[in-house]
């Protein structure tokens, strides 16, 4: 009896060598998509906005922008303090403010107070980037990737169905509740992560001005963090310019669909969650690179069949998937080559990368609505093979690191 136990792997002796329980992983992953989902809740509902407050459908578009805008600079100066601060306590004071701005939109009287407390959501929002390297941080080395790739697996089914969850409430109880529902949510998931995450130490006592001017060293110390962070800007333009213009192909005349249609759509982009756990595991058995590529690869294959099948819902389909599986690949291959970088500044360098590729992201957005008005889906669907193929000429010209240095420091040293 004892020696068949011995040969048995228990759920908690695997969570033992993994380092983080099985249970705090899922609350970390729902959270991370929760809390994300607020970036995105309001697209589908422009237009309900637009009459609500008597403004253009361009106008209430400011408030996309602006969340963005709020999600950028939450980027630059808050996911940094992840280092500075300690991470219990700074999770806690963003997500009650969070809870706070989402009962004022859901209660604005104004097009302005929507606007300011949109901002103010975005910004805190980024609970969800601090939350990730704290999961690589409890995790083992060896399983890290596995633990970033299922906490990321929540982050990009939080954006994936926020629309459709959106589209869904507003239609049935109306576009205030989605703001109130989600506040509901961040006090719950306030409460929950108080109770169960760990106490973390603080990797830096670096003053905060240090700690962001030490962000921005560490783009020029670490060529790898720029290089992935253009790679996966290059693939998160691709992503946002085919979302932002799918949704044109849909309600026109080709295919009728109603705004929850479109939502409705948005479900088959989830099933491209369902690799995230694959990408951590191929990240920890040292395959970054040709997967890497591989995922270049299959995003320009993705938008050639998107543009061989205009008028065919499957296989514009097929391509949503290929997509979004494709862009989480290198999201989290990125990711886990990020954090070896420096484990003492791994939110900074969270941030660094977040921050690049969302860039690509509101750049890929745009002159993905700029093509697709100037030449339909054909030039949209050209312009979306581009980028990954630019990613993968430049990957073709990557250098394999060099054995890092054990006496290397980080940035710290020298703030």
Do not use: C
């Amino acid at each position: 009896m004892s020696t068949r136990s011995n040969l048995r792997t228990s759920p908690r002796s695997i969570e033992a060598t993994q380092g983080v329980p099985g249970w705090l992983v899922a609350l970390l992953a729902v959270a991370s998509g929760t809390t994300v989902a607020n970036l995105y809740y309001a697209q589908p509902l422009l237009s309900s906005l637009s009459g609500v407050f008597h403004i253009s459908t361009a106008t209430a578009g400011i408030l996309i922008t602006l969340t963005q805008v709020g999600y950028v600079f939450g980027m630059i100066f808050l996911v940094p303090l992840g280092d500075r601060l300690e991470k219990r306590n700074l999770v806690t004071v963003l997500l009650m403010i969070t809870a706070l701005a989402l009962v004022a939109a859901g209660l604005a009287t104004s097009f302005p107070m929507l606007l300011i407390a949109s901002l103010i959501s975005g910004a805190t929002s980024v609970v969800a980037q601090i939350l990730v390297p704290f999961a690589a941080n409890l995790a083992a080395d060896h399983a890290r990737g596995r633990i970033v790739g299922r906490v990321m697996s929540g982050l990009l089914a939080g954006i994936l169905l926020s629309r459709t969850l959106s589209s869904l409430v507003s239609d049935i109880a109306g576009w205030r509740v989605v703001f109130l529902g989600s506040a509901a949510l961040m006090a719950v998931l306030t409460v929950a992560l108080r109770a169960a995450l760990p106490q973390h130490a603080p990797t830096t006592s670096i003053p905060y001005h240090h700690v962001l001017r030490s962000t921005v060293q560490l783009v020029r110390t670490h060529p790898a963090l720029l290089r992935r962070g253009l790679y996966q800007a290059a693939m998160f333009g691709a992503f946002s310019a085919f979302w932002t213009t799918v949704s044109f192909v849909l309600t026109g005349p080709r295919f009728h669909y109603s705004p929850v249609g479109v939502g409705v759509f948005a479900l088959v982009g989830a099933a491209g969650a369902a690799i995230a756990p694959f990408a951590g595991h191929w990240a920890d058995r040292g395959l970054v690179r040709p997967m890497t590529g591989a995922a270049f690869l299959v995003t320009a294959l993705a938008f050639a069949v998107a543009g061989l099948g205009g008028r065919s819902i499957v296989l514009i389909a097929l391509a949503a998937i290929l997509i979004d599986m494709a862009v989480q690949t290198t999201l989290i291959l990125g990711q886990h080559t990020v954090y070896q970088l420096d484990p003492t500044a791994r939110a900074r360098l969270n941030s660094a990368f977040i921050a690049m590729f969302f860039v690509g992201g509101a750049i890929g957005s745009q002159l993905g609505a700029i093509v697709y008005h100037a030449a339909g889906w054909a030039g949209l669907t050209g312009l979306g093979a581009a980028l990954p193929l630019a990613a993968l000429a430049y990957w073709a010209v990557e250098r394999q690191p060099q054995p890092a240095s054990t006496e290397r420091t980080s940035p710290d040293s020298s703030a």
